[in-house]
T-cell receptor, first 113, second 111 residues
Framework: DAGVTQSPTHLIKTRGQHVTLRCSPI?????VSWYQQVLGQGPQFIFQ???????GRGNFPDRFSARQFPNYSSELNVNALLLGDSALYLC????????????FGQGTRLTVV | DQQVKQNSPSLSVQEGRISILNCDYT??????FLWYKKYPAEGPTFLIS?????DKNEDGRFTVFLNKSAKHLSLHIVPSQPGDSAVYFC??????????FGKGTSLLVTP
């Protein structure tokens, strides 16, 4: 079975632009979570979606939004990009809402210039 | 506010010896703890988890110990192998969904 897949793997954006990151969970997994990892830090929780509804949100500004589709894939959108948004964005999927065994994708490396 | 702390940024161990990675937490509401391993340019890989009602969980070469009174957990790798060289993250699960990660410990296993 394929693991969690994220696209694109790398991208470069200019300040003020917006970006859409995509995630396909493991087949059968209904929960998708998004994390931001900046250099030297652990991943920071952004959102969790379960059964197409937002179930949790971390301490991120409203410029960050996400959604989950009927096939359980997910998009993370970031508007009005800032230099500080440069990070590795990780998507994790789990079979249920509990995340007791969350599996991560390889991440999308976003650079804002 | 860092609720999960990994105070050792790096650790070097000889092949065949035991690696002990430590993690402290401040939030008593964590109900599960998870360990992840991360190689460069890859996403974190799940290793092992432990419920807050247990004090030990074992899976092959990996054992996690939880000391709730001290708010401390540790991951033991025995025996350590060069392929174990990676960054290890400890995470606490809060409110049934969000994982709070530490900053990671870089493990180097030398031949």
């Amino acid at each position: 079975d394929a693991g969690v897949t994220q696209s694109p793997t790398h991208l470069i954006k200019t300040r003020g632009q917006h970006v859409t990151l995509r995630c396909s969970p493991i087949s059968g997994h209904k929960s998708v979570s998004w994390y931001q990892q900046v250099l030297g830090q652990g991943p920071q929780f952004i959102f969790q979606y379960y059964e197409k509804e937002e179930r949790g949100r971390g301490n991120f500004p409203d410029r960050f939004s996400a959604r989950q589709f009927p096939n359980y894939s997910s998009e993370l959108n970031v508007n009005a990009l800032l230099l500080g948004d440069s990070a590795l964005y990780l998507c994790a999927s789990s079979r249920d809402r509990g995340n007791t065994e969350a599996f991560f994708g390889q991440g999308t490396r976003l650079t804002v210039v | 506010d860092q609720q999960v702390k990994q105070n050792s940024p790096s650790l070097s161990v000889q092949e065949g010896r035991i690696s002990i990675l430590n993690c402290d937490y401040t939030n008593s509401m964590f109900d599960y703890f998870l360990w992840y391993k991360k190689y460069p340019a890859e996403g974190p890989t799940f290793l092992i988890s432990i419920s807050s009602i247990k004090d030990k969980n074992e899976d092959g070469r990996f054992t996690v110990f939880l000391n709730k009174s001290a708010k401390h957990l540790s991951l033991h790798i025995v025996p350590s192998q060069p392929g174990d060289s990676a960054v290890y993250f400890c995470a606490g699960r809060l409110s049934g969904y969000a994982l709070n990660f530490g900053k990671g410990t870089s493990l180097l296993v030398t031949p």
